[in-house]
């Protein structure tokens, strides 16, 4: 039998006005009420947490029915993590990656492969899915950099 087929690629890119280390630790500080930092309603469930996994899965009632996504992370610190997940209507590899920009600033790298997996719904177009995949890591750009402000607010009254 043949190699099998590698499924559809996305990338995405953002940039933060934060550290890196500040940048790593908040986005892979997996919570049960992550949801509102994108503007959604799903719930998380985190399985398990350690310092190199996370494990959790979310549910989300829509319209066509409920979703579900199971998450298994793999934590390579200090710039990198990976996100195998499979769920009600997909299957992704998630890769992320960090590097420092000049002015205390970060760039995240994500890149997304679609892993073949015989159920869901076809494949958003790359321009819509990177669009909303961009637009998703703005809100949550907003809210990192927010917390950002607020830790250096902490720092200095102690």
């Known amino acids: 039998m043949g190699e099998r087929w590698p499924g559809p690629t996305y990338e995405i890119h953002a940039t933060f006005r934060a550290p890196l280390g500040f940048v790593y630790r908040w986005c892979t500080d997996y919570r049960t009420d992550d949801a509102r930092l994108e503007g959604e309603t799903y719930e998380r469930k985190i399985l398990h947490r350690s310092r190199t996994k996370v494990v959790y899965e979310d549910l989300q009632n829509s319209k ?3 979703w579900w996504a199971h998450h298994d992370v793999r934590l390579d610190p200090p710039d990198h993590w990976r996100s195998d997940s499979v769920g009600s209507h997909r ?6 990656r960090l590097s420092e920009r000049p002015g205390d600033r970060t760039e995240l790298v994500l890149r997304a492969r679609r892993r073949p997996y015989g159920v869901g719904e076809n494949n958003p177009p790359k321009g819509t899915w990177e669009r909303n995949t961009t637009n998703l890591w703005k809100n949550f750009g907003r809210n990192l950099e927010k917390d950002y402000t607020r830790s250096l607010g902490m720092r200095r009254r102690t």
């Open 64 to 66: 066509e029915g409920w």
């Open 91 to 96: 299957a992704y590899s998630l890769d992320y």
